[in-house]
Nanobody, 119 residues
């Protein structure tokens, strides 16, 4: 089991910045990817940014050039620096971790942190 604890959400004006942080604990040795998803009421949860152990990084098109994901594998943390925030970035953001162990893939989620961008 992996536990994920997020911090850093809040209210910001459009054009502002926020930094989300997430710390993993528990059975972290099997983590092979970490990242961030977001969800607004009535919509599916979408992947915002993810980073694999190989160094591969994914960003959804809408955040490219504005958001930056960073990982510290030694500390089992993942951060999301969000710049030039837009009202459409308003959502609950969830930290995500994927583990692989003996052929079994498991996914874990944080409790979510609210990001609200006012226009």
């Amino acid at each position: 089991q992996v536990q994920l604890v997020e911090s850093g959400g809040g209210l910001v004006q459009a054009g502002g910045s926020l930094r989300l942080s997430c710390a993993a604990s528990g059975s972290t040795a099997g983590i092979n990817a970490m990242g961030w998803y977001r969800q607004v009421p009535g919509k599916q949860r979408e992947s915002v940014a993810t980073n694999g152990n190989s160094g591969s990084t994914y960003y959804v098109d809408s955040v490219k050039g504005r958001f930056t994901i960073s990982r510290d594998n030694a500390k089992n943390t993942v951060n999301l620096q969000m710049n030039d925030l837009k009202p459409e970035d308003t959502a609950t953001y969830y930290c995500y971790a994927r583990t692989w162990f003996r052929g079994l893939v498991s996914e874990y989620w944080g409790q979510g942190t609210q990001v609200t961008v006012s226009s």
